[in-house]
Structure formats: structure tokens, C-alpha cells
């Protein structure tokens, strides 16, 4: 079975981008790595990696600035998918990503294929409160909050950048998430198809230190946005489910609270429902996305060159 890897090396700056790219390829081609996925009866060289980038800067007259800013993690992925679905059938494979900006160590890889051979969809969780901001971690444990109260299910930390699902669910999952969103893609698709997902622990990162800041902004209004549009839900009802959430002695940044209350609230009517879709069923996206600010191509789906 062949096993595709999808890993982000984002950094505004490409030469970032491609040390990160050149590390992964290092690790994944280290013996014991080997050894590794070998002992969960697959071979490393059906694991196919793609580095997704989005850097690529431009030099003009001497001066370097950002190119495509605008291309996204969410984005990126369902754009690789896209791309991979039209070059060939991917029921028989296994679909894994990666942050792949040194957080998460390779050796989760076997530990998710070992999983996936029994299981349709593994999403990571933090194993500690290592490699992430304390305000951030409140903000998802509110997302999952209300995830687990319209399921009915314990959902713990999925958004720790790294998950896997069997590729014949691209027939029923609906990737339609730009930005960090995916995970939560991921997650409700797995819940809306009658999926239990299964959560693999991980220790990841370098604590935090607890003087430091966390700035609530795009990322956060991107998320919610994704849930009320996705679940039909209004900022009445989300309100509500804030002070619920409070009521049982969690903690939430009044930031988070002032921006929802702030939020422009667009949900999707009945007929827009049927605009989201399984990927593979009628793909509303180019396999070469045109960025949206620049009307360029743009090359985040290739390989970074080695």
C-alpha cells in the first residue's frame, strides 16, 4: 500500500523552507527510520513525501520580497490532493501530514501507519502543554468543547498539526478549509461520516515560557468561522456555548471572547450546503491555484528541488 506524506516546510523565507525540506529528507531516509516502518509490515519506499512550500521569494532590482503570502496550510493540502487525485486512484493509499517545521519528530510515522492499519482516521494530540501557548490550547479546548457537546463524543487535542486517514475517504471527506482550519476539516468530516477518529499522544516542541504573549487574531476567526459556517451555528448560540464552557471552571482570553462578539457572522444558506463536497467528486479547485492578491501561479504543491 502506498503511503503519501505531506509535510509544510512554511516559512516566509524559501531558504528556510528548503533547510527544513533537506532535514525531513534526511530523517526519512535514516535506516532506522527504516527499521522502524518496516516493523509495522510496510517499506519505506512506498512512502511517498511532498514538501509543500509557500516562502518563494522574488528578487526585483535588488530587493527580495514575499511572493504568494496569501497561500495558506489548508489550502496547500487540498491543493496537493487535488493535483494527486488527478494523476491517479488513491483508494488504496494512506493519506499522513506532518508540520514540518522540526516540532514533530518523524518517528510519529510508524506510530500513525500502525494505527491506520486497523483504524480509518489517527489524528495527534499533545501528550503536554509543550510547543504551544497556554492561551492558544484554552482557545482549542473551547473548539473541541463545543465539537464534543454536538457529537456527543470526548474529543481530545487534534490540532497539534499531524493526522492520517485512509485515502478511500477522499470519496466522503469534503476538504474545503484554507488556513489552520484543516484539522478541524479533517475532524468534523471523520464525525459527520459516523467516524470515532482515534488520537495518538505525542510530546512535541519546547515548553513555553509563561511571560510570554500569544496574539488572538486571524487564525482564531478563521477557526470559528469554519465551525459556524460548516454546522450552521449563530453567534447567539456560540455565546452561549462560551459561558458554558466558563460555567465548568475552564478558562477562556477575554481577547477571544471581545473578537467573537466583534465577528461578522456569515453562515451558509441551504443551497450553498451543496457546494461542499467530497474532494474528488466535482473539484472546484486548479491544480496550479492563481493567488488571489498576485494572479500569479503559485508552486506550493511541488516538491522543493534537492
Known amino acids: 500500500m502506498k503511503v503519501i506524506l505531506l509535510t509544510t516546510v512554511f516559512h516566509r523565507d524559501d531558504t528556510k523552507e528548503k ?25 519505506v519506499e512506498s512512502i511517498e513525501p511532498y514538501y509543500l512550500g509557500r516562502g ?17 496550510k489548508g489550502r496547500a ?52 502543554n509543550k510547543g504551544i501557548h497556554k492561551t492558544r490550547a484554552d482557545i482549542e479546548q473551547f473548539e473541541f468543547f463545543i465539537l464534543s457537546e454536538k457529537y456527543k463524543i470526548k474529543l ?18 469534503a476538504l474545503t478549509a484554507n488556513a489552520f482550519d484543516i484539522e478541524l476539516n479533517i475532524l468534523i468530516n471523520s464525525l459527520e461520516n459516523g467516524i470515532s477518529p482515534s488520537f495518538l499522544k505525542i510530546n512535541l516542541g519546547e515548553e513555553i515560557p509563561s511571560d510570554s504573549t500569544y496574539t488572538i487574531g486571524d487564525s482564531d476567526e478563521e ?49 450553498q450546503k451543496n457546494l461542499i463536497k467530497p474532494l474528488n467528486s466535482t473539484l472546484p479547485y486548479k491544480h496550479r491555484p492563481i493567488c488571489y492578491e498576485c494572479d500569479k501561479e503559485c508552486h506550493i504543491m511541488e516538491s522543493i528541488e534537492k
Open 223 to 271: 477557526k470559528m468561522i469554519y465551525i459556524a459556517r460548516r454546522l450552521m451555528w449563530d453567534k447567539d448560540f456560540i455565546i452561549g456555548k462560551l459561558k458554558e464552557y466558563e460555567e465548568r471552571e475552564n478558562t477562556i482570553d477575554e481577547r477571544y471572547k471581545e473578537l467573537v462578539l466583534k465577528m461578522d457572522w456569515p453562515l451558509i444558506n441551504e443551497s
Open 156 to 173: 481530545y487535542d487534534g490540532q497539534c498539526g499531524c493526522w492520517g486517514f485512509q485515502g478511500a475517504l477522499l470519496d466522503k471527506f
Open 56 to 72: 518563494m521569494r522574488e528578487v526585483s532590482g535588488g530587493v527580495s520580497k514575499d511572493f504568494c503570502d496569501m497561500v495558506k
Open 19 to 43: 533547510e527544513n525540506s533537506k532535514r525531513l529528507r534526511y530523517e526519512l531516509t535514516d535506516p532506522l527510520f527504516a527499521e522502524k516502518i518496516k516493523s509495522t509490515g510496510f517499506d
Open 77 to 128: 493540502i487540498r491543493e496537493k490532493l487535488s493535483g494527486l487525485i488527478d494523476e491517479s486512484d488513491l483508494s488504496n493509499t494512506i493519506i499522513l501530514f506532518m508540520d514540518g517545521d522540526g516540532q514533530i519528530p518523524v518517528e510519529v510515522v510508524p506510530k500513525m501507519l500502525e494505527i491506520l492499519k486497523t483504524n480509518e482516521v489517527v489524528m495527534a494530540c499533545r501528550g503536554d
